[in-house]
């Protein structure tokens, strides 16, 4: 497996409390990306970065801010969380040739609850 | 919008059967991915096939892509109940190394 971790595992917050959920890799890959998923609607990207403090929107961004200070972290934060945030969250990384052809190695996924 | 669709959602199959799993996208491609999810895990890599290429092979997985059609099936033969997860499709957004991913076929094996 690749060295990617998440944390926390598990959360459950309420309606509008700020959460952080944290990707960390061992791998020293360039891209990072962060991934939610819901049924019916598969994986969804939300914020993606190419290198440290460059990052770039996805598909559904609206609500979620993202930062990386180095290289190994990245981090997701719902300034306000909503329940429709409710999902499970995915961080990927994928290698340093910027090909389309790279693989993406998925970390274990948060299940975040907003009550 | 999804760039994959995966056909069929669900598939239930007996061990031992073939499994068939198709994928439908809408703009050209130099490359589609497959990937497997096993229930509460992350996604894996399964193959990677190029636009010049038909059809390729690992193990007890063949994969084709016919780009005329703009589709893609995975074939995972003799099947197993260790394969029973969710199987996507991911095709190279626009830009950069983004992938866009299918909403999935969920393939149940029963022992």
């Known amino acids: 497996d690749a060295g990617i971790t998440q944390s926390p595992r598990h959360k459950v917050t309420e309606t509008g409390t700020p959460v952080t959920l944290r990707c960390h890799q061992t791998e020293n890959h360039r891209y990072m990306y962060w991934y939610r998923q819901d049924p019916g609607h598969g994986l969804r990207l939300i914020h993606y970065?190419?290198?440290?403090?460059?990052?770039d929107k996805g598909e559904v961004s609206d609500g979620y801010s993202v930062s990386r200070s180095k290289t190994e972290d990245f981090l997701l934060t719902l300034e306000s969380a909503t329940s429709s945030q409710t999902s499970v969250y995915f961080c990927?990384?994928?290698?340093?040739?910027?090909?389309?052809?790279?693989?993406?190695?998925f970390g274990p996924g948060t299940r975040l609850t907003v009550l | 919008s999804q760039q994959g669709e995966e056909d069929p959602q669900a598939l239930s199959i007996q061990e031992g059967e073939n499994a068939t799993m198709n994928c439908s996208y809408k703009?050209?491609?130099?490359?589609l991915q497959w990937y497997r999810q096993n229930s509460g895990r992350g996604l894996v890599h399964l193959i990677l096939?190029?636009?010049?290429?038909r059809e390729k092979h690992s193990g007890r997985l063949r994969v084709t892509l016919d780009t005329s059609k703009k589709s893609s099936s995975l074939l995972i033969t003799a099947s197993r109940a260790a394969d029973t997860a969710s199987y996507f499709c991911a095709t190279p957004h626009n830009a950069g190394n983004m992938l866009t991913f299918g909403g999935g076929t969920r393939l149940m094996v029963k022992p």
């Open positions: 970065s190419y290198g440290v403090k460059d990052t």
């Open positions: 703009t050209s491609i130099n490359n």
């Open positions: 096939i190029r636009s010049n290429e």
């Open positions: 990927a990384i994928s290698g340093n040739r910027g090909a389309q052809t790279d693989t993406q190695y």
